[in-house]
């Protein structure tokens, strides 16, 4: 079977340009010395992620408890890092029967967190690895100062059931070494272990040798780029594995064109291009705009291009981001020069828990 | 088993408010005279659309062939409107093994949809009904002017197994009726039947009544409100029947405190509100601002706000739309006044085909 005989809106793989990419950060980390630590968020299936560790990594990423589970009861069972303030009984106590099984390490930016996983670790009797997470420009979670991470640095630390295992960000672009380099500093001076120094984000990652304190990387889309990554020239568009593939439902207008691939297929990410938005890359109509979307249905303005598209034409879109995409599909069709050679389950999406 | 014991993110519906809602929205169309066809992409359920039914309903609403098979399938052989362009064999063989089962009406907006209706209709020997899609303004699809619906009509009312029957529009605001106007008076006129005359979208939806020419109207959001129904006047707080529970992770700065639910939860959709733009309505926290999200993070501006809440503190969050939130999730937990009374399966998430 070829992906051209499947009905669309299909999410699928280019299984040659995804072991390219595989290969290409692979090559890059292991030449800096700095371990490649997956993250499952953009993929979601145990597929790509088996691939991710025979090819070299060092382990995984994983940013909920339900997507490490995943990966671990399917059979996975690497050391996987969890990003994340995991509260609450219910979930801690999943964490700790996954510490049972495998290395796990778990982040944190306050004493709240700190002291649940003690807790927690300590009726289960296990060890739990946990990483201070630093505030890195993203305005997200994490401590702003490296005092405030000294501090709850030594609480790890002195806390029983827990391993202090140092420190974490995201994304770690090359501004933020000086913030690394001096909460290690204090680390060190406190006599405080600091094995980790994790840096993550796609957009950085090759810049990651630009701060030689990083002992990991976390990274999720290196594998599929998209439409974001294609151009800010990270990914060429053969390098973009993971596309939509789309039929032309509609052509109201001249200038205008539907896709049967809306928010509820594309995600709905939306990336600046000239003076609008775009929500996807269509490769056979480069000059064609993914403007927006319903649902239900991709808006793509046509205007620019020579020859247009017509009803019951079918399209691969790269989305912009892969992430979301894929979290909307429960499978993605791989395959080899169109040749369909599997169809993978996405068994981590929806993990919101 | 209370809501208060279920781990978060989860979502949750008022069983109360949520019939509140149909009878509301029932007894309003009923004293219209205008039928009630609920588009049931909002919850994806049996439960809530076999209540829409036995509320009085007219018939189902769903906006792919897979949303109409769950429902079928599920044992719901009611009056189905597909009000889309389906195209290609495998979707179009789908719905006329649906059409043999029910009664069903699918859109088109042009000659090449309508002519593969027509094909797939005579192959598997039954009738399928046909409406005319009118661009109402959404600038999506549809015909544009009366003459382009007349032709369509005649085409339609020409071919083998095709029905016409009439015409339909979205989003259906009083603005509309001339055009709606226009093109029955076009259809009686050339002799076309025109029964069905079907407005939607739940924000002119009580406005119905001001398009007398309206026989039916497609509707999602009115069971379950949502924070932009709830800031249009359209629901109270306590009519927005379906939510979010979610937990505070983080509090990294006096101002800001991090949600377990980002729009892997909520869903990306945001509306403006103010300066910025909101994700979601705190109910316990009417002050806050829900200002963004990352996918599993949500991002609060907790400045306004007197008390502030805590790490670890659980609130309810109005999604602002909630037809991709719901399609984020595996399941409903029904409940009433907080105690469960059932989880329901969201069996038709994920239904791009």
Redesign the interface.
């Known amino acids: 079977m070829y992906i051209d005989d499947l009905?669309?809106?299909?999410l699928v793989i280019d299984l040659d340009a995804l072991e390219h990419n595989l290969e290409r950060y692979q090559r890059y980390f292991d030449s800096h010395g700095i371990g490649l630590r997956p993250h499952i968020?953009t993929h979601k299936t145990l597929a790509i992620a088996a691939r991710q560790l025979a090819g070299g990594a060092a382990g995984l990423t994983c940013?909920?408890v339900g997507e490490a589970e995943t990966m671990v009861w399917g059979g996975l069972q690497t050391d996987i890092m969890i990003p994340?303030?995991i509260?609450?009984k219910?979930?801690l106590d999943r964490l700790m029967a996954l510490a049972r099984q495998t290395r796990i390490t778990a982040s944190a930016?306050?004493a709240?967190?700190v002291r649940g996983y003690s807790t927690a670790a300590l009726e289960w009797g296990v060890t739990l690895g946990v990483v201070v997470e630093l505030?890195c420009g993203?305005?997200?979670?994490?401590?702003?100062t490296a005092a405030d991470a000294l501090a709850l640095g030594k609480l790890i630390d002195s806390l029983p059931g827990l391993e202090l295992r140092g420190i974490m960000g995201f994304p770690t672009p090359p501004a933020v070494r000086p913030f690394l380099q001096e909460t290690i500093h204090a680390f060190e001076r406190a006599g405080l272990p600091c094995p980790i120094v994790s840096g993550g984000g796609t957009p950085y990652a090759l810049e990651a040798h630009l701060i030689p304190e990083l002992t990991e990387y976390r990274v999720g889309e290196y594998i599929v780029g998209g439409e974001g990554h294609l151009r800010a020239g990270r990914h060429t568009v053969e390098e973009c594995a993971l596309r939509v593939l789309a039929?032309v439902?509609?052509?109201?207008?001249e200038g205008?064109a539907?896709l049967?691939?809306g928010?509820?297929?594309m995600?709905?990410?939306t990336i600046p291009v000239g003076d609008g938005q775009s929500m996807g890359f269509i490769v056979e109509y480069p000059d064609a705009r993914f403007y927006g979307a319903?649902?239900?249905?991709g808006?793509v303005d046509v205007t620019a291009c020579v020859r247009k598209p017509q009803?019951?034409e079918r399209v691969q879109v790269l989305p912009v981001h892969l992430?979301?995409c894929v979290?909307?599909?429960?499978e993605i069709v791989a395959h080899r020069a169109g040749r369909v050679e599997a169809v993978w389950p996405v068994l981590a999406r929806?993990k919101?828990?």
Chains 1, 2 share one sequence.
Request: aromatic share 2%; charged share 25%.
């Open positions: 009905d669309t809106p299909v968020k940013q909920k994340y303030n509260l609450g219910p979930k930016d306050s709240h967190t505030e993203h305005n997200r979670t994490g401590v702003a039929t439902v509609s052509r109201p207008t205008r539907i049967d691939s928010s509820k297929t995600s709905a990410s319903s649902e239900e249905h808006h009803i019951g992430c979301p979290n909307e599909h429960n929806g919101v828990r």
